[in-house]
Structure formats: C-alpha cells, structure tokens
C-alpha cells in the first residue's frame, strides 16, 4: 500500500474519531445522552481555592475590570453566556428572587453579585441585552455587575480552576453546563457551590454569612450565631440543622441544669439540718 494512501486512511480514521467526539455531546438537548456527571464538581477539592486572581475582564461598558476593584464583601459568582435564554437566564432570575427574602443583607451593601461570561464569542451588546432582559441594571450602586474576559484564551483554564465545566453543543448552537453559583469571600476564595434551582433563600443568607468569615456588623451577630445551628449537607446541596450542635448544647444545658439542681438540693438538705438543730 503506498504512503499516500496510508496517510488518507489515517486522516479518515481521526477524523472518525472527532466526529465521534463531538456527537457524544451534540444530541438535542431534550433528548441528550450526556451523562450529567460530567458536570459534577468535586466541592471539597475546590473549597478555598482563589477565582480570577490577575485575570482582567470588561465590564458593562467594556472597561476593564478586576475582582479587586469590588468592595471588601463576599460575592455570588454566577458563571453564564449572555446568548443563552434558557439555564442562564433561569439561573439570573431565580436568584433574584431569592435575594429578595435574604433580609439580613442586601447586593452592594452586605454582598456582590457577579456574572462572568465562559463564551469567548459574547460581546458588550450580548451582555446588555441580556441585563435588560433580566432588568437588573448592572453597576456598583446596584450590587449586580455583569463581565466578561478581555481575553477569551484564559477562559477554560479559568474556569477550571474551580472545578466549572461546560460543553458546546454544535447542533444544538448551545452550551451544556451546571446551573451552578459559587459563593466567594472577599478575598475571592471559594466558599460554597450551590444550585439556586434547587436552594432557599436561607442556604443563600447563610453561604454568605458563612463567606463573611469575622467581618460582621454588630447588627449581624445574632444572624451569625443563628447561622452556627446548620451545617452544609453535601449529598442534598443545602444547609440543614446541625444535629451535633443541638445534641452538644443539649448535654450543655442538661449539665447545667443538674448542677443547678444538686447545688439546689444541697442547700435545701444542708438548711433543714440547721433548722433540726
């Protein structure tokens, strides 16, 4: 068999293989044979971990933008693509709600709220369109700002930092991704991932307070300690009661209350035989 002919097989061959490739992830999205644990983030290895460190983005505007410049207050980091009018769009306005009834803090004063696009092909138009149909205006004063990388190159290394994948879909023309927000610190470190289609506004309320670390108002206290009797429960994706912290403060007062009650029979036991004499 000659050279050439070798080299033509070999090519078919790739380019079977690619083909292959990108059919695993381009059946209609209602029908996908995707297997949803693509998207599965390993939580406890990423926990901690510092997201767009360097990293410039463009804001509304397209000015140049850095998580540095936010104020020093945690921030909900919603990864997204401005084209998309279904997950990403679902995920803006479910939140939004949700914020509604977090009433221990507010975006811009207690807390930011940051989309960053993963599509290299959105632009300042893409963005404003779909901030207007969201109707949250994005600025500083607001809370909410809406970005997007000034060099797509970065994006999917980016992205991975923190565990975020996600998958063009050709025939489709979308993406698939996890519809997922990360919870950062101040510092931009990763706090807590969480489903905002699958959490109340209290797993929001506490994510953030928990992400606020020691950088409490005095009014903010009692929310704190409140916020010390639940527990992130990784398999269900929420916060629930922590049973270990009542089972403790239960032996607390339990032990309290006998000593209490012994100093109290001690006495009474200790005054009638003063009386008998």
Same mark, same amino acid.
């Given at each position: 068999?000659?050279?050439?002919?070798?080299?033509?097989?070999?090519?078919?061959?790739?380019?079977?293989?690619?083909?292959?490739?990108?059919?695993?992830?381009?059946?209609? +999205?209602?029908?996908?044979?995707?297997?949803?644990?693509? *998207?599965?983030?390993?939580?406890?290895?990423?926990?901690?971990?510092?997201?767009?460190?360097?990293?410039?983005?463009?804001?509304?505007?397209?000015?140049?933008?850095? *998580?540095?410049?936010?104020?020093?207050?945690?921030?909900?980091?919603?990864?997204?693509?401005?084209?998309?009018?279904?997950?990403?769009?679902?995920?803006?306005?479910?939140?939004?709600?949700?914020?509604?009834?977090?009433?221990?803090?507010?975006?811009?004063?207690?807390?930011?709220?940051?989309?960053?696009?993963?599509?290299?092909?959105?632009?300042?138009?893409?963005?404003? $369109? *779909?901030?207007?149909?969201?109707?949250?205006?994005?600025?500083?004063?607001?809370?909410?700002?809406?970005?997007?990388?000034? $060099?797509?190159?970065?994006?999917?290394?980016?992205?991975?930092?923190?565990?975020?994948?996600? *998958?063009?879909?050709?025939?489709?023309?979308?993406?698939?991704?996890? +519809?997922?927000?990360?919870?950062? +610190?101040?510092?931009?470190?990763?706090?807590?991932?969480?489903?905002?289609?699958?959490?109340?506004?209290?797993?929001?309320?506490?994510?953030?307070?928990?992400?606020?670390?020691?950088?409490? $108002?005095?009014?903010?206290?009692?929310?704190?300690?409140?916020?010390?009797?639940?527990?992130?429960?990784? $398999?269900?994706?929420?916060? +629930?009661?922590?049973?270990?912290?009542?089972?403790?403060?239960?032996?607390?007062?339990?032990?309290?209350?006998?000593?209490?009650?012994?100093?109290?029979?001690?006495?009474?036991?200790?005054?009638?035989?003063?009386?008998?004499?």
């Amino acid at each position: 068999m000659g050279t050439g002919r070798i080299t033509w097989l070999m090519a078919m061959v790739i380019w079977g293989m690619l083909l292959q490739g990108a059919w695993a992830f381009s059946k209609p +999205t209602e029908h996908s044979d995707i297997d949803p644990n693509l *998207f599965r983030i390993d939580e406890q290895k990423y926990m901690g971990v510092k997201f767009g460190n360097e990293v410039m983005l463009l804001d509304e505007n397209g000015k140049p933008f850095e *998580f540095a410049n936010l104020p020093n207050l945690p921030f909900v980091l919603v990864p997204a693509y401005y084209t998309c009018d279904g997950a990403c769009f679902n995920v803006g306005v479910a939140l939004k709600e949700l914020l509604k009834d977090v009433k221990s803090m507010s975006a811009g004063k207690g807390f930011n709220v940051v989309f960053v696009s993963f599509d290299k092909n959105d632009t300042t138009e893409s963005l404003s $369109k *779909f901030v207007k149909q969201l109707d949250i205006p994005g600025d500083p004063v607001t809370g909410w700002r809406f970005t997007r990388y000034e $060099k797509p190159e970065v994006i999917t290394q980016e992205m991975g930092k923190i565990g975020y994948k996600f *998958f063009w879909s050709p025939r489709d023309r979308t993406f698939f991704h996890p +519809t997922l927000v990360m919870i950062l +610190t101040p510092e931009g470190r990763v706090a807590r991932y969480l489903n905002v289609l699958n959490v109340t506004p209290k797993d929001i309320e506490l994510a953030l307070l928990e992400a606020k670390s020691n950088q409490f $108002k005095p009014s903010e206290t009692l929310d704190y300690l409140v916020s010390l009797c639940y527990s992130y429960n990784f $398999k269900e994706g929420r916060y +629930t009661l922590s049973i270990p912290v009542f089972v403790g403060l239960g032996s607390f007062l339990l032990g309290i209350g006998l000593l209490v009650g012994s100093l109290g029979i001690y006495r009474l036991i200790y005054h009638r035989k003063n009386i008998g004499k």
